[in-house]
Each structure stands twice: as structure tokens, then as C-alpha cells.
């Protein structure tokens, strides 16, 4: 689908600086209502765009279009919004912050689009994590959300994950080598052990595991956003941390517990990269929280659709809240 922007002239960041001429590319699908509440939000991931969703989106699927305006807004950093590869500021591009999405989002859904209410906010992964930052920052507009394989908190392991990435994509001068080398150190944490034994790459298309390291991971890395981009990325990942929104303290667990957005946690039962004992904890402090484990050897990609199976399980989870139906623990 071809997207739009959104351009704004400035946008003060969480950190005290600005983001000049600052843009953000969008897709809309669907119809607004005359209210403006009928409205689903879906910010992308580390590395998508505007296309992130689309397996979720359309004429009876989970985001039904004959009922929602679903819109899907690309994250600074990602190659298409705002990034150093096509800013001004080129390597002067300023560290940007979750709450700089959800802020600039926000600008783009109220001032452009003329939305009131969010039916509902989800995204995988990055998108999990600005899933998670608006519920917290804006509770007056978000009625539900459904954070899939993501958490509130990048995590200290997490952390360590993404030191490698970042070490990874500075290596030898930001060559192209260092970038499909990141691509192989994701490989290892985006699915699990039995994934790897069955040889779940074969699902894909793939006949050995060399073939997809090189096929799909490489490609991935070699072919998306720039090196400095998904240093961006990177960063905005490692920096998620609802506690850090203004009235907190710090307190991710005081953040957490102000959330009055009804929702369905997705957690992958093998996710490496976000672990499923961190989004057990965080629905405990939720007030209208349920979790639903996306099953299988998956692990992360699990949260993406990699399989039907995960396709119809994050998509039933995601048509019953909408249906106001209680998720099952």
C-alpha cells in the first residue's frame, strides 16, 4: 500500500532537544468515522514500515477495515520516517526515545487525521514497546491494547542483545560486513532451540540453515535501512522504559499500574529476546491485564505471523478483545 507523511516543522524530543522538519511515514486503511473513534493504531518494528501489519489487516481479518480506520506509522530511524539516511542532519540525528514516537504519533493522529479514540494500539517487538508507552502517556484516548512479543522495559539481557547488534553494525567501519555479521547474531536470539533442531527454516522456503542465514537474516540487515538507521533503532529499543514517562519517578511498576487500557499480553513461550517471566510480571501490575502465551518453537518471529498457526493465535487474541470477550489466562 502506498504511504503518506506526516511532516511537522519541529518536534521537542524527551531529552530536552528538537528534531527539525521531522516526518513520518503512514498508511491508512479503512474509513474514519464521523466521531473519530473507530481507530486502531499499529506502530512498526525495528526495521518495518508501513507494510508491517498487513497480514492483520483487511476485510475480515482481525483489523476489520469495514469497521476500523487502521493506521500504521512507521518509527524514526526505520529508512522512511525521519532518519539520518534521508534527514538533514544526516549524522547529527538526534537519539530518539519511545516517547518521541508515541509523541510525534500522536501529533499525526490528532492533528491530521482528526482521531479521538483508539480502539485499540498493538505492534510486535519495537511496536510492542510503543504499544506499552501509549497506554501510559495518553490513558484518556487508548481503550485497548495487545503488546505482542515486547515488553515495557528493555530488559538487561535484552540489553546485552542489543550491545552485540550495536558492536556488531560499528565494526570495520560500519561496512557491509558488519552488518550481515548483526544479521547472524540475531538469527540466534529471534527463535528457539527445538526451531533450530527441526530445522523450522525449511517452513520458510530454506533447505539448510547456511541458506537462511545468508538468505534472510543477511538480506535482511544488507538490504534494509541504513547502518546509522538501525543504530537509531537500535538505541530507541535499548531505551523503552515506561517508567521514565513524566509523573513516574522512574517507577516502571507506578507507570504500569496507572494503565487503564483493557488488555491481552502475547508473549512467545520461547521468545529469547523478550522473556516470557518479564510479561508475566508486568500483566500482575496491570489493573485490566490478561496473558496469552503464543505457543510453539518460533520464539520471537512467533509475534510476526511466521506460521499460520501463530497467525490465527495472535489473531483470535486480537478479534476477541476487540469483541470485548475476557481473554483466557
Do not use: K
Not at 522538519?21 to 491508512?28: D, E, P, W
Not at 535484552?158 to 552488518?179: E, I, P, W, Y
Amino acid at each position: 500500500m502506498d504511504h503518506r507523511v506526516f511532516e511537522m516543522d519541529r518536534l521537542p524530543l524527551a531529552d530536552g532537544g528538537t528534531l527539525p522538519s521531522a516526518r513520518i511515514a503512514y498508511a491508512v486503511h479503512g474509513t474514519l468515522d464521523a466521531e473519530g473513534r473507530n481507530a486502531v493504531l499499529c506502530p512498526s518494528y525495528f526495521g518495518g514500515d508501513h507494510t508491517a501489519y498487513d497480514w492483520l489487516i483487511g476485510d475480515g481479518r482481525p483489523l476489520d477495515t469495514r469497521r476500523y480506520c487502521v493506521v500504521t506509522a512507521g518509527l524514526f530511524g526505520n529508512g522512511v520516517s525521519s532518519s539520518p539516511s534521508n534527514h538533514p542532519l544526516g549524522a547529527a540525528f538526534p537519539r530518539i526515545t519511545p516517547r518521541d514516537n508515541v509523541n510525534a504519533q500522536y501529533r499525526l493522529l490528532t492533528e491530521e487525521l482528526g482521531v479521538v479514540e483508539l480502539q485499540l494500539v498493538t505492534g510486535w517487538s519495537m511496536g510492542a514497546a510503543h504499544t506499552y508507552q501509549w497506554a501510559v502517556s495518553h490513558p484518556e484516548m487508548v481503550r485497548r491494547i495487545a503488546p505482542v512479543c515486547g515488553s515495557a522495559v528493555t530488559s538487561e539481557h535484552n540489553q546485552v542483545f542489543l550491545a552485540a547488534l550495536t558492536a556488531a553494525l560499528r565494526a570495520d567501519g560500519s561496512t557491509a560486513q558488519g552488518r550481515r555479521t548483526a544479521g547472524r547474531i540475531f538469527a540466534g536470539w529471534a527463535a528457539s532451540h527445538p526451531f533450530w533442531a527441526e530445522g523450522g527454516y525449511r517452513e520458510l522456503g530454506f533447505d539448510s540453515r547456511e541458506a537462511y542465514l545468508t538468505g534472510f537474516w543477511e538480506e535482511f540487515f544488507v538490504a534494509g535501512p541504513s547502518t546509522a538507521d538501525l543504530l537509531i533503532m537500535i538505541d530507541t529499543w535499548a531505551r523503552a522504559d515506561v517508567g521514565a514517562t513524566p509523573g513516574f519517578g522512574g517507577r516502571a511498576e507506578a507507570a504500569l499500574g496507572s494503565i487503564t487500557a483493557e488488555a491481552v499480553l502475547l508473549p512467545g513461550a520461547r521468545d529469547l529476546c523478550f522473556a516470557l517471566e518479564d510479561e508475566e510480571r508486568t500483566a500482575a501490575l496491570m489493573p485490566r491485564a490478561a496473558l496469552r502465551v503464543i505457543p510453539g518453537v518460533w520464539g520471537h518471529l512467533a509475534g510476526a505471523g511466521a506460521t499460520a498457526a501463530d497467525r490465527e493465535f495472535v489473531g483470535e487474541a486480537i478479534s476477541a478483545l476487540l469483541a470485548g470477550q475476557p481473554a483466557a489466562a
